[in-house]
């Protein structure tokens, strides 16, 4: 079975600071890898994603992911962040039969 | 982009009702559409996954026979939550995979709340 960990649950930055966000995944297989962002009252939007080839990823609104095979991770990074950027942040990844699992979610806070 | 739409938003209901739960995609066709269920400060767990015109796959533990669902077009997948309890209480959000992208697209999730 296929899971998937954030270890940062909540995180607060001031603006212009560096992001990153931490995600491991647990699966035999080859994955596609997600981060997804919720803004506050708004439904879950696609930042970038990972199929195949450049592990590093890049995503919208500056994000970035790389993904390393051999650490099981899909970083999330971003080298300056914006208040506009407090949200919530999901990790998810498919598997073989392409369900997705996400994972516990990161609360980023941006203080101005 | 593409657009996954959820009705309704947000509904309150009595013990022992059912309440019905729509996602459409609104500007393409969705072969794959899941249910999620998102506890809060949780994240979302998969409840089922729906194909257009076959029996959906329920997730271990979810049980098939509450959670009803039907994907009778490519564009329309319902949830309906029968015989609610206060347990069922819970912010549920569908996805829709697009059939030629593989993009999912998330609806903006209904609130249930059941009294």
């Known amino acids: 079975a296929q899971s998937v960990s954030q270890h940062n649950h909540h995180v607060i930055l001031s603006e212009a600071a560096s992001l990153e966000l931490g995600c491991n995944y647990s699966y035999g297989g080859t994955v596609n890898l997600f981060w997804y962002v919720q803004y506050p009252g708004q439904h879950l939007q696609l930042l970038l994603k990972y199929f195949s080839g450049d592990p590093l990823v890049k995503g919208i609104k500056g994000f970035e992911a790389e993904f390393i095979k051999s650490k099981f991770s899909f970083n999330l990074r971003k080298p300056s962040v914006q208040w506009s950027d407090t949200a919530e942040y999901f990790c998810?990844?498919?598997?073989?039969?392409?369900?997705?699992?996400f994972g516990t979610g990161t609360k980023l806070q941006v203080i101005p | 982009g593409a657009v996954v739409s959820q009705h309704p938003s947000w509904v309150i209901c009595k013990s022992g009702t059912s309440v019905k739960i729509e996602c459409r995609s609104l500007?393409?066709?969705?072969?794959?559409m899941f249910w999620y269920r998102q506890f809060p400060k949780q994240s979302l767990m998969l409840m089922a996954t729906s194909n257009e015109g076959s029996k959906a796959t329920y997730e271990q533990g979810v049980e098939k026979d509450k959670f009803l669902i039907n994907h009778a077009s490519l564009t329309l997948s319902t949830l309906t939550v029968t015989s609610a309890h206060p347990e069922d209480s819970s912010f549920y959000i569908c996805?829709?995979?697009?059939?030629?992208?593989?993009?999912?697209?998330f609806g903006p999730g209904t609130r249930l709340t059941v009294t």
């Open positions: 998810a990844v498919t598997g073989g039969y392409q369900k997705v699992t």
């Open positions: 996805s829709a995979r697009d059939g030629l992208s593989y993009e999912q697209y």
């Open positions: 500007d393409f066709q969705a072969t794959t």
